[in-house]
């Protein structure tokens, strides 16, 4: 990265994301990371992430910390690097498959990591109903973290795998959340991201007959708002639904002008990526008067360009 570029994004919506490793104990067909996973790329060293949070701070005013991979918490020093931003007083997200913490000894271990008065969070993938043996795993991981009151919200990656089932998905949820007392229940859907995705996975994952997704996405809506269950889009326009869920997310906007300072084991100090989600979201002019713009994404262009994706418009 160019001098430049950090005078210009200092004062800016940041957040500096870390993948950690590109190795994953699991093999989604939507994956934007296989790619770099093919690559057998080392995973970060714990000098190296602390050695580029300072340079980060040092040059501009983040809001917050990612740690992300692959699967984060197959990092050998997972456990340290969480201490590391704890003890640095950073506000922290983690992605995860949730496998991992199937293990209730592990689980306990990161619990001083998510007090009451922080906004550290994990944000877990759940994309299928238990029933491969994979799936199980992680729905067990999942009840450990609703067992101990872990602060979580949940996506849902739409794809051909799951967009049939996406409503028996939520009734599966709500039932795990019901059944520990879980008062919030934050579940984001998203389409995938076509531009980072392999062709050979988008081929095998990615559903491009919009009005099926629009039938099986607005009936599981429809399920959501009866159970009191909040949906949120990312990556997917709210003019495409015509019932629209009870739960407006405000903050979508401001999520989408956010940069993402991605640091990896080749992208690293001034070769960091920036990752800038106005530029690869498509809104238009529409959007400025739509009552919902404030809490919606807009869309990948690539959905337009090669799959014909209707136009977006305006929500009275």
Not at 53 to 77: A, C, M, Q, S, W
Not at 251 to 263: A, F, H, N, P, Y
Request: hydrophobic content about 35%; glycine content about 2%; proline content about 3%.
């Amino acid at each position: 990265m160019k001098k430049r570029k950090i005078v210009k994004y200092k004062k800016e919506n940041i957040a500096a994301l870390f993948k950690i490793t590109v190795r994953c104990n699991d093999n989604c067909n939507f994956c934007i990371e296989r790619k770099y996973a093919k690559k057998n790329l080392k995973d970060l060293s714990l000098k190296e992430i602390e050695d580029n949070f300072n340079y980060l701070r040092n040059n501009f005013d983040l809001d917050h910390v990612i740690i992300t991979g692959g699967e984060p918490t197959i990092h050998k020093n997972f456990l340290k690097i969480l201490d590391y931003f704890y003890k640095e007083g950073v506000e922290f997200k983690i992605i995860t498959n949730l496998l991992y913490f199937n293990n209730d000894i592990f689980l306990k271990k990161i619990l001083k990591y998510f007090p009451i008065n922080k906004n550290n969070r994990i944000i877990g993938s759940i994309n299928n109903l238990p029933i491969s043996e994979v799936d199980i795993k992680r729905m067990s991981g999942l009840e450990n973290f609703l067992k101990y009151k872990l602060p979580i919200m949940l996506i849902i990656v739409i794809s051909k795998d799951n967009l049939e089932s996406l409503s028996d998905l939520i009734v599966h949820l709500h039932k795990l959340f019901k059944k520990y007392d879980y008062k919030k229940m934050n579940i984001e859907f998203r389409l995938i991201y076509i531009g980072d995705t392999l062709k050979s996975l988008l081929k095998k994952s990615l559903p491009t007959d919009f009005k099926k997704i629009k039938k099986h996405v607005q009936k599981a809506i429809k399920t959501a708002n009866l159970l009191g269950v909040n949906i949120i889009f990312w990556n997917f326009p709210l003019c495409y639904i015509d019932n629209l869920p009870r739960f407006q997310d405000e903050t979508i906007e401001k999520r989408r002008q956010r940069k993402l300072l991605k640091v990896s084991k080749n992208f690293q100090f001034k070769k960091i990526k920036i990752r800038n989600f106005k530029e690869c979201f498509t809104k238009n002019n529409n959007c400025m008067n739509c009552k919902y713009n404030n809490c919606c994404s807009g869309i990948e262009g690539n959905y337009f360009s090669e799959y014909n994706f209707p136009l977006l418009k305006t929500k009275k």
